[in-house]
């Protein structure tokens, strides 16, 4: 079992950029898939960014070339960095490692 806390989200403004952090209360290497999801308002949760192997990464058609995922296993801690955020990314964002959730964090993005 993997326990995930979320950090990083908050209010931007459209264009701007955030980074989100996953910390892990254990190792998450080789436990995949692992990566990011996003829930709207009235919308089924989806996936945004994941990793599904050691170099496999998969991102939303929505993020591609805005989104980035990154990891790094000394600090048992995935990322999302988010640039040129519309309004459209404003979710719930959840980190995922191998069927295990954390309990998400609110990215905001308005004028």
């Known amino acids: 079992q993997v326990q995930l806390v979320e950090s990083g989200g908050g209010l931007v403004q459209p264009g701007g950029s955030l980074r989100l952090s996953c910390a892990a209360s254990g190792s998450i290497s080789g436990r995949y898939p692992m990566g990011w999801h996003r829930q709207a308002p009235g919308a089924q949760r989806e996936m945004v960014a994941t990793y599904t192997g050691p170099y496999t990464k998969n991102y939303a058609d929505s993020v591609k070339g805005r989104f980035a995922i990154s990891r790094d296993y000394a600090k048992n801690t995935l990322y999302l960095q988010m640039n040129s955020l519309k309004a459209e990314d404003t979710a719930v964002y959840y980190c995922?490692?191998?069927?295990?959730w954390g309990q998400g964090t609110q990215v905001t993005v308005s004028s």
């Open positions: 995922m490692v191998q069927g295990y």
